[in-house]
T-cell receptor
């Protein structure tokens, strides 16, 4: 069965500190990997994606993610967290050329001033 | 323009009512999606339209009826809903054609639906 796991329901970090939100996946083939962010009462916003090539992907708002094929992980990172980064983050996978996206359960990020 | 708009923002309906949700995008995307999202849960795919034709139906009950009248517009018609259908309904769109671009979805802000 294909799945995406976000092992942490919640991540707490102080403003200015680095943050990591974890994601592991179990899918066949070569999937495309995504991070989306959702602010309260809003839709999802695309942050970044990994298709192929460099394992370190840079995205919006200073976020980046590292694809690790051997560990089947795609962790989201930011060197210095902002209070405004507090939101719900979803990791997702889609098959090449496909429409169907599998979302992880989501991780709520709290950044404290 | 990278915006997907949804109307209404909020909707309260009784179990015997008929209502419709509307989604619009002007990015030239030819794939459009409906998702249902319960509080603190990930979005669940309901329907996908590709080139205005229904491509995926995730075994959604018939009380939800999608419609794609043109390449910019997607509707979700609601009839005889149950209280457990209360949720945030999200619309999304994506390109079709170039692999590596089609998989990125752009979401609207959603319609928060309450069924009484």
């Amino acid at each position: 069965a294909q799945s995406v796991a976000q092992p942490e329901d919640q991540v707490n970090v102080a403003e200015g500190n680095p943050l990591t939100v974890k994601c592991t996946y179990s899918v066949s083939g070569n999937p495309y990997l995504f991070w989306y962010v959702q602010y309260p009462n809003r839709g999802l916003q695309f942050l970044l994606k990994y298709i192929t090539g460099d394992n370190l992907v840079k995205g919006s708002y200073g976020f980046e993610a590292e694809f690790n094929k051997s560990q089947t992980s795609f962790h989201l990172k930011k060197p210095s967290a902002l209070v405004s980064d507090s939101a719900l983050y979803f990791c997702a996978v889609t098959h090449r050329g496909g429409f169907k996206t599998i979302f992880g359960a989501g991780t709520r990020l709290f950044v404290k001033a | 323009d990278t915006e997907v708009t949804q109307t209404p923002k909020h909707l309260v309906m009784g179990m015997t009512n008929k209502k419709s949700l509307k989604c619009e995008q002007h990015m030239g995307h030819r794939a459009m999606y409906w998702y249902k999202q319960k509080a603190k849960k990930p979005p669940e795919l309901m329907f996908v339209y590709s080139y205005e034709k229904l491509s995926i139906n995730e075994s959604v009950p018939s009380r939800f009826s999608p419609e794609c009248p043109n390449s910019s517009l997607l509707n979700l018609h609601l009839h005889a809903l149950q209280p457990e259908d209360s949720a945030l309904y999200l619309c999304a769109s994506s390109q079709v054609g170039e692999i590596g671009r089609r998989e990125t979805q752009y979401f609207g802000p959603g319609t928060r639906l309450l069924v009484l």
